[in-house]
């Protein structure tokens, strides 16, 4: 689990999270949504240690990683996987080496232990094939699969995805949400994905955090979300045709 308690950042006089507090589950996908410029992307990047945070706690389980030493900080960081936005492949990299890299670089794995997780990453995104492709050689889609397969190389407790479907067809949105939702529930990750999807949302959302000018202004799930009283995330969500057709059925449902 990830509590936050009061968090706020400012960046010279702009402030971009006002006095955040929230929490993100173990075993589940907690989504954050919100307008660009809603400080998801800040908060997602004070939780990976990108950005410190002026004030407030955060908390990794029972750790607060805003007062750890950078010894103990650097423990709790090999405790996380990281799904960037481009996918951040090395071109230079093989996709072996690619998943390798993170092993290489944190662990004390033999060259044997090293293949062998590399091969049940790759396995476990359906990759194995592409084992000595360059990312060059992959569609948009398989990147971010060979990106998720290094992203959870090390056994991250923590796993957080910003953006995951930029860049993707729905088809192929669809099935990145589910392997991320598999893998979440396989290994009993705490996933906080950062989106725009409303694909995502209505389809994995199991813990919603809505921000508003860098304010929560709503938690709950995709089971509520259509319910929702706010009139900032009512706009949010009715923008989207995705959201007006699940609405729609919802209300012929209710009127059978």
């Known amino acids: ?49 990108l950005h410190s945070p002026d004030s407030g706690e955060i908390f990794f389980d029972n750790r607060n990683i805003t007062r750890l030493t950078l010894g103990k900080l650097k423990s709790v960081r090999q405790e996380i996987g990281v799904l960037f936005q481009g996918s951040a492949l090395f071109d230079s990299l093989s996709v072996a080496d690619n998943v390798a890299f993170p092993l ?36 948009g889609g398989m990147q971010k699969r060979v ?3 290094r ?3 090390l056994n991250p407790k923590y796993l957080f995805c910003d953006e995951p479907n930029s860049g993707l067809d729905p088809q192929t949105s669809i099935k990145i949400d589910q ?5 979440t529930k396989e290994y009993g ?29 709503w938690r709950g799930n995709k089971d509520n979300i259509l319910q929702t009283e706010s009139e900032a995330l009512q706009h949010f969500l009715f923008s989207s045709p995705i959201v007006r057709r699940a609405a729609e059925q919802n209300y012929k449902a209710t009127k059978i």
Not at 39 to 48: E, P, Q, R
Not at 179 to 183: N, R
Not at 194 to 209: A, E, P, Y
């Open 1 to 49: 689990m990830i509590t936050i308690k009061n968090l706020n950042k400012s960046f010279g006089e702009q402030q971009v999270l006002h006095n955040i507090s929230c929490e993100f589950l173990p075993g589940q996908n907690n989504l954050i949504i919100g307008l660009s410029g809603s400080g998801k992307t800040v908060l997602l990047k004070c939780m990976i240690g």
């Open 104 to 139: 290489r670089m944190f662990s004390n794995k033999t060259y044997r232990e090293i293949l062998e997780r590399v091969n049940f990453c790759l396995d476990r995104v359906g990759l194995q094939q592409a084992l000595n492709k360059f990312p060059s050689q992959l569609s």
């Open 147 to 149: 990106a998720i397969a």
């Open 151 to 153: 992203a959870i190389a």
């Open 179 to 183: 392997l991320i939702d598999d893998i």
């Open 189 to 217: 990750i705490t996933t906080v994905v950062n989106t725009h999807d409303m694909n995502s949302v209505i389809g994995i959302g199991d813990h919603i955090t809505f921000l508003h000018q860098g304010h929560v202004e």
